[in-house]
Antibody, heavy 120, light 106 residues
Framework: QEELQESGPGLVKASETLSLTCTVS????????FNWIRQPAGKGLEWIGR??????????NFNPSLQSRVTISLDTSKKHLSLKLTSVTAADTAVYYC???????????WGQGTPVTVSS | SYELSQPLSVSVALGQTARITCGGNNIGSKNVHWYQQKPGQAPVLVIY???NRPSGIPERFSGSNSENTATLTISRAQAGDEADYYC?????????FGTGTKVTVL
């Protein structure tokens, strides 16, 4: 049973960088896509981006609307997925989820989500 | 960019059938996944690749996809099915979610 757990500061100042970590419990992270998804309060889900790791390298894809501000990386030794979102504004206030997926499939395991508020 | 549209809300009587649509240009050519989200909880995958149920999802949940509309069907609706439901596809390696539908069981 895969488990994912997000962590990070719940409060970030406007114009600064939001940094979150997702710890992956499964024995193997190879051949899975690891995604970040967010949800502002009372609103729908927004896909941020993903990383796919196989062997010695990873490849990433990003939501075009966020691409210029987003970095996603994967520390395979620690099984930590990370998200960095630069130059945040109030519009980035949301619950942030990490989720696992397979090629052509949906997101089969999700973290519980971590709320992030951007303060002015 | 690719867009998916869903009705804002769907109501269903207890024990009856609810159908939630997800509209998109030629969505029938894509794999559609469906998620159930209850208040304060993370989404749960209920249908993947149009019509497949993950382990533990009741047979009451089914899916179809053709031309410009995908549909999630909930048969014999129960009070516990009250939730928000989202469809999702991949559009050239970009994840896209539908606008979400709130299902109310009367």
């Amino acid at each position: 049973q895969e488990e994912l757990q997000e962590s990070g500061p719940g409060l970030v100042k406007a114009s600064e960088t939001l940094s979150l970590t997702c710890t992956v419990s499964d024995a193997s992270i190879d051949n899975y896509y690891f995604n970040w998804i967010r949800q502002p309060a009372g609103k729908g889900l927004e896909w941020i981006g993903r990383i796919y790791y196989t062997g010695s390298s990873g490849s990433t894809n990003f939501n075009p609307s966020l691409q210029s501000r987003v970095t996603i990386s994967l520390d395979t030794s620690k099984k930590h997925l990370s998200l960095k979102l630069t130059s945040v504004t109030a519009a980035d206030t949301a619950v942030y989820y990490c989720a696992r997926g397979v090629a052509g499939g949906g997101f089969d395991y999700w973290g519980q989500g971590t709320p992030v508020t951007v303060s002015s | 960019s690719y867009e998916l549209s869903q009705p804002l809300s769907v109501s269903v009587a207890l024990g009856q059938t609810a159908r939630i649509t997800c509209g998109g240009n030629n969505i029938g050519s894509k794999n559609v996944h469906w998620y159930q989200q209850k208040p304060g909880q993370a989404p749960v995958l209920v249908i993947y690749r149009d019509k497949n149920r993950p382990s533990g999802i009741p047979e009451r949940f089914s899916g179809s996809n053709s031309e410009n509309t995908a549909t999630l069907t909930i048969s014999r609706a129960q009070a516990g099915d009250e939730a928000d439901y989202y469809c999702q596809v991949w559009d050239t390696s970009i994840g896209v979610f539908g606008t979400g539908t709130k299902v109310t069981v009367l």
